[in-house]
């Protein structure tokens, strides 16, 4: 069957058909329909975060990890010191990128299971005053962890210490605030939460430190200052736009404002997540998270311990169903991710249950 398989990974995600309907003209870089649609696509997700008065939006070509390295590239001067809270892979990765920008930085490792602590911050930011800026990863994509944004924010402003956020995984979904919640650089992408095509990210600037940006970035394709300013003085994108991906974002968040936007986006996926997480509970699978650390987007399994369990043929067999399960990203236990957003409802994942089920069975892996 050529049927699209469903994606239960946390990007790229199941779209719908008119978003991938949008992808079937070309643009012109230059031209002023081009313009439009890009100017709109950024108007609508200043909107999103209420960040028309504080915040400028800045897009950028690549995966979401372009925009992450870009930001801090363009935010943090050279002599600038980052402190980046670490409870997991994307956290290590935020970190990794941070040092090879050649900036000073101290990763602050903590639980994987757990959210970071807003007031160990605290603590870490009274003892070494170098620190220049802050990173958090919203939602850890590795176990799937909320982490406390706004107690975090809240830290940070105290201080006076720059805030840098990695919402890849929660924009969109999770409530962001711009007018209560205070960041220089918050990053999220296309292809996650928007329900998007991947191929663009964009970031959030606060303007009080727009001005200062000029010049920080030892990159010229990475710099969001001169992509800003170039932008607004004529429209276009600095070097070559992904104009499908521009226009197929455009039509995901014209269906994201018709669903009712941020809070519809989160009913959905929380009653995605609970069909989910129950469905799964009957086939004798365990969350890894405790439930009050969890976000709605992606959820980690303990895998079987079935000696006839392997995750690439688990993976294969799900697959033969019509559904894409995504390895797991821990490095103590064997597990295995189910994501819980897209263009998807609680029916597909009831159907995503019951493909599992009979992966059990096709697999002769009785669960306990
Ligand atoms: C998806 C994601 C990214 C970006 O990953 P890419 O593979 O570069 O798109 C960054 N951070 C988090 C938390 C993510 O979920």
Redesign the pocket.
Known sequence: MDRDKILLT??PLTTTLRTKLAMLKDWGSWDADFIAVTASVRKSLLNIVHGQESHVVVPLQ?????S?EAAVATVVPRDGHVLVLDNGA?CK??GRLTTLMGRRCTIHESDEAHAVSASVLDGLLAQDPSITHVIL?????GAGVLNPLQAVADVCARHGKGLIV?A??SFGALEIDARTCQFDAL?A?S??CLEGV?GM?FVFIRKAILDACAGNSQSLAMDLYDQYQYMEKTGQWRFTPPTHVVVALAEAIAQFEAEGGQPARLARYRANYEALVQGMAGLGFKPFLDPAEQAPIIVTFHAPTHPNYDFKRFYECAKQYGFLLYPGKLTQVETFRVGCIGAIGPNEMRQAVHAVAQTLQTLGIAQG
């Open positions: 946390p990007g690549g995966s979401g990890t372009f992450v994307y990765r935020a990863i919203h939602c850890e994509t990695d890849m995984s990053i992408a292809g996650k991947p990210g």
